[in-house]
Structure formats: structure tokens, C-alpha cells
């Protein structure tokens, strides 16, 4: 379908819905063709739109969707500020700019048809959007249910006040301002890092330093995206009753331990969705990648990602209640291991090689079942790539996450008195 589109039909919308369970459920039982089958379901109900336009509606239509969530959250109206003047600002400007920087005049060259069709796949988006709420939902209450088999002590849950959560998404803010300086001040270490991962992809690819300040800058304008979508997520879900409780907090800690295995089971095929539905890629990924490099400054999504995916396929809005354990779990930790272009042959990876030559890898740093069957990189690559440790030693990427967030915890809370167990004593345990 081209050109103008039309509002569509609930049929449309019911078929979206069912297509993505299938590609959820195909993905993870290994049923390819049926695989590949939904997955050609799900692109049929998207139309093209041009990657400009889709990216200049996506960060337009963004800034009021926080606003809102903000807003039903309770934040205070000083925080709110806050969001807006330091995060959303930034992200709004630079991210024109940005968008200038790469297309020109393209940037103000909006038709009719492409708010029409940026809608369509706007509205498909939100259908695979419910599909992830209602997987986190399920899996919210299965660990409830899981709750009553375990100890009375080991039952209830923790709250702290909102004012110390405001206080902690503020200074994480500025705790990634900050490394978004020091990325600018080491910025042909990242050129550097880039023209390695070309090299050993084969190809003489390179990053100039003009290009890499201007990625650094959109890059960091963004880094909030994550955090404060799912930090107004978890307040909303216990204002309307719902909190989260210790077995929740158990299921979220192992989780991130083993962040690279999960993957292949809780994100992987979504990814992969993504990557392989253009206009879905343009609407929810894009600005994870529009980059040529990689810096350790991203949220790891795009603008729409974290909504479609349900807050996050990986109970980190869990996390957000609790003033920085979603920094310390996920941000210091592996965020950082796998985005950053580490200028040594030996650090390169695979989720690395995903970034900066676009290979077809999508569960991170552990290639799946479905990424060794039919991803064309992993075999071309493989050997190459012998010269990293990481590839070497698949799990070494979750312990390096896991040294990483007891690294920097430390030293912010001996070096700056900042993190979790300066506010720790503040929470109210409900049993």
C-alpha cells in the first residue's frame, strides 16, 4: 500500500496483533518458516516513509508523549521542568540538527502522505506494543503467583519517595552529561575503535573526528530515554495499585546477571522484527543506529522503542522504582561493555560489528540459535574475530558487565557519595 492511507480497520489491527505473537512464538520455538511467514505478515501492514521524515515525526511526536507519562506519574512539577529543560530539550534540538547535519533540506519536507503513513506505522507499532505489555503483564503476575510459595519473610515489597527517585534520575542525568564530556575530550580513541572493528570486518571504513563529535552530541542528547520513560512507567503502575514486589526484584537482578543469555529469549526476536520490517526500523530503531559508531552514552533504543516493547522486555522498569539500581544494573554495566568501540582488537564484538558494519547479529554478544543458523556475519566473521576475547569467551561479556557496575558503584559511592546505598536506609518495606 502506497500514498495516502487510510485510518485502519480493527481487522487490520487484530491481524497485527496475532502476526506478532506468531513472530514472538515461531522465533522461540525455532520454527523458521513460520518464522519468516509472520514476519512477512507483520511488514505488509506498514507502508514506506521516508527515513527523514519518519525520524523528524518520531522525536516531534516523542517530546509530548514523556510530557504526559511525566504528568500521570505524579512527578513534581520541578522535576518535570527538570525533564523537560535538560532532557527532552536537548533531544528535540539536537536531534534536528542532527537530522539536518545528515539530510539537508529534506528535514522540512513533510507531505500529507508521509503523516498519513508515519501514522499507519505509528498505530501498527502500538499493536506490537500491546503485545509486549502483555507479555511483561504475564510474566508480573506469574512471579506474584511465584511469590506464595516462598517464605513469609521473603514476600511484600519497598517503596521509596518520589522525591528521592526525582533526585536520582536528575543526577544520573548529570553523572552522563559528564561522560558525554569525557567521550568529546577522547574522541579519536573512538575513531580509532571504529577503523579497528572495520578492519577486522574487512572493510577500510573511517570516522572522522568532525563526524564523531556531532555523533557523540546526538548520542548523548538521548540519554535519558530509557531511564525516564521507565522510571514514569514504574510510578504509574504503583500509583494504580500495582507495585513491584521482592520476587520481582529477584527475577530482575537474575536477568541482568545474565544479560547476554536472556537476551536470546526476552528481546532477540523483536530486534530482529525490527531490523527486518524497514518502516518498523525506522519508527522504533533507527536512532540507535543512524550513528556510524557506537558510544556508551546511548539508551540503547530508539525514541519509540521502549514503548513498543512494553516499557522493557526486561523488567527493568522493576529497577526505576529504586533510586539508581537502574543506572547501576544496566546503564554502568552492560550498556557500557557492548556500545563503546574500544580501541583494541582484542575488546571488539559482536554487538560492536552490529553498529559499525550493520551485520545481521541481533541477540547482542551471544549469537542465538536463529543468528549461528542464518546470520551471514557470524560465519564470515567468526574467525576473524578470534582475536577477541569476548568472542572467545561468550559469557566473559556478562562478567565484564557485571565487574563494570561494581566498578563504577564504587567508586561513586566512596569518590562521590552517590548511588543506591547512600538513599538505601529511605525505602518503606510493605509486608
Request: charged letters at 15%; glycine letters at 6%.
Amino acid at each position: 500500500m502506497k500514498g495516502s492511507v487510510a485510518l485502519a480497520p480493527f481487522g487490520k489491527i487484530a491481524g497485527m496483533y496475532l502476526s506478532t505473537w506468531k513472530v514472538c512464538i515461531s522465533y522461540l520455538s525455532c520454527r523458521w518458516e513460520a518464522h519468516a511467514e509472520a514476519t512477512k505478515e507483520v511488514q505488509e501492514a506498514f507502508v514506506p516513509v521516508g527515513m527523514c521524515q519518519t525520524m523528524v515525526l518520531n522525536v516531534i511526536t516523542y517530546v509530548p508523549l514523556v510530557l504526559f507519562l511525566n504528568s500521570l506519574a505524579g512527578f513534581s512539577v520541578e522535576y518535570q521542568r527538570f525533564i523537560a529543560a535538560y532532557s527532552l530539550a536537548p533531544t528535540l534540538l539536537m536531534g534536528l540538527c542532527y537530522y539536518y547535519y545528515l539530510f539537508r533540506a529534506k528535514v522540512w519536507q513533510l507531505s500529507m502522505s508521509d503523516l498519513l503513513g508515519w501514522f499507519n506505522n505509528w498505530l501498527m507499532a502500538m499493536v506490537i506494543s500491546v503485545v509486549s505489555f502483555t507479555q511483561v503483564a504475564i510474566h508480573y503476575i506469574l512471579l506474584l503467583w511465584l511469590e506464595q510459595l516462598l517464605p513469609s519473610s521473603w514476600q511484600g515489597y519497598m517503596t521509596f519517595p518520589t522525591e528521592t527517585i526525582e533526585t536520582s534520575v536528575r543526577t544520573v542525568v548529570f553523572l552522563l552529561y559528564g561522560l558525554g564530556l569525557v567521550l568529546l575530550l577522547t574522541v579519536p580513541l573512538w575513531c580509532e575503535g571504529y577503523r579497528l572493528c572495520s578492519e577486522l570486518a574487512g572493510r577500510e571504513n573511517i570516522l572522522s573526528k568532525s563526524e564523531a563529535v556531532m555523533e557523540i552530541l546526538y548520542t548523548t542528547s538521548q540519554l535519558a530515554v530509557v531511564l525516564q520513560k521507565q522510571t514514569a512507567l514504574a510510578l504509574i503502575q504503583i500509583r494504580w495499585g500495582f507495585p513491584f514486589h521482592f520476587v520481582h526484584f529477584a527475577a530482575t537482578l537474575l536477568e541482568n546477571m545474565f544479560f547476554h543469555q536472556m537476551v536470546q529469549f526476552k528481546y532477540a526476536w523483536i530486534h530482529k522484527l525490527c531490523h527486518e520490517v524497514q518502516p518498523l526500523y525506522r519508527l522504533a530503531h533507527l536512532e540507535h543506529h543512524i550513528c556510524k559508531g557506537t558510544y556508551p552514552t546511548t539508551p540503547a533504543a530508539g525514541l519509540w522503542e521502549v514503548w513498543i516493547e512494553g516499557g522493557t522486555l526486561f523488567f527493568c522498569n522493576t529497577l526505576a522504582c529504586v533510586p539508581y539500581f537502574f543506572f547501576h544494573a544496566a546503564v554502568s554495566g552492560p550498556n557500557i561493555v557492548v556500545h563503546t568501540m574500544w580501541p583494541q582488537k582484542s575488546l571488539v564484538q559482536w554487538h560492536t560489528l552490529h553498529h559499525v558494519v550493520h551485520s545481521d547479529i541481533y541477540a547482542l554478544n551471544v549469537p542465538s540459535k536463529n543468528d549461528e543458523e542464518f546470520s551471514r556475519d557470524v560465519k564470515k566473521f567468526r574467525k576473524p574475530l578470534q582475536s577477541s576475547f569476548f568472542v572467545r569467551h561468550p559469557d566473559m561479556s556478562d562478567v565484564a558487565g557485571f565487574a563494570m557496575v561494581f566498578f563504577v558503584g564504587l567508586v561513586l559511592h566512596y569518590g562521590a557519595g552517590i548511588g543506591l546505598f547512600q538513599v538505601w536506609h529511605e525505602r518503606i518495606v510493605h509486608q
